[in-house]
């Protein structure tokens, strides 16, 4: 898959991208923002094992967000089961150097409607810590609605914090 954004292209990890992907990741600014499963210190460890998760997926479901020639983020869905395979949970990550620069908006915009329509998803969710205000505003620029805040959800960075609940439905 690749998707012309404009400021950048999403795009199949390749393995070429294990240098940037290391050096970018292992930033404590990003983690923060991030679940658990993205680790910090981000390792070159890490990132083999990332590698190894893509390469055991059926069809992709995360992509680099490539910017100059260089993966410099990740964006991915997962798509749900059961009674909720209708829905998908939205995440995505950016280096901090390119944070500002409307590369995030860009990505979310047009991955949003190709996992929609490849999946058949009739709702994107993208939950988003209270302390992140900028992804927030990037998921409102992409047509996600505000729709709640999940109160004290949260154990990140030795603190209880709120998720603010952000979906996409069609």
Not at 8 to 14: G, K, L
Not at 35 to 63: G, V
Not at 77 to 100: A, C, F, N, R, T
Not at 114 to 139: H, K, Q
Request: aromatic share 12%.
């Amino acid at each position: 898959m690749q998707l012309n954004c404009g400021p950048c292209i999403v795009r199949d990890w390749r393995a070429s991208d294990r240098e940037s992907l290391f050096r970018c990741a292992n930033n404590r600014a990003i983690w923060r923002n991030l679940t658990h499963r993205f680790p910090h210190p981000y390792t070159e460890a890490d990132a083999d094992s990332w590698f190894f998760l893509l390469a055991q997926m059926p069809e992709p479901t995360h992509w680099a967000i490539e910017v100059a020639g260089s993966a410099v983020g990740g964006i991915g869905v997962i798509v749900g089961e059961g009674v909720h395979e209708k829905s998908g949970h939205l995440g995505y990550w950016l280096g901090e150097p390119y944070w500002g620069r409307g590369i995030m908006t860009a990505a979310v915009r047009a991955t949003s409607e190709y996992v929609m329509s490849r999946f058949g998803l009739l709702r994107l969710e993208a939950p988003v810590f209270e302390w992140n205000p900028a992804s927030m505003r990037v998921l409102e620029k992409c047509g996600f609605v505000r729709e709640g805040v999940l109160r004290r959800s949260v154990f990140k960075d030795r603190q209880v914090i709120d998720q603010v609940l952000y979906a996409r439905v069609l």
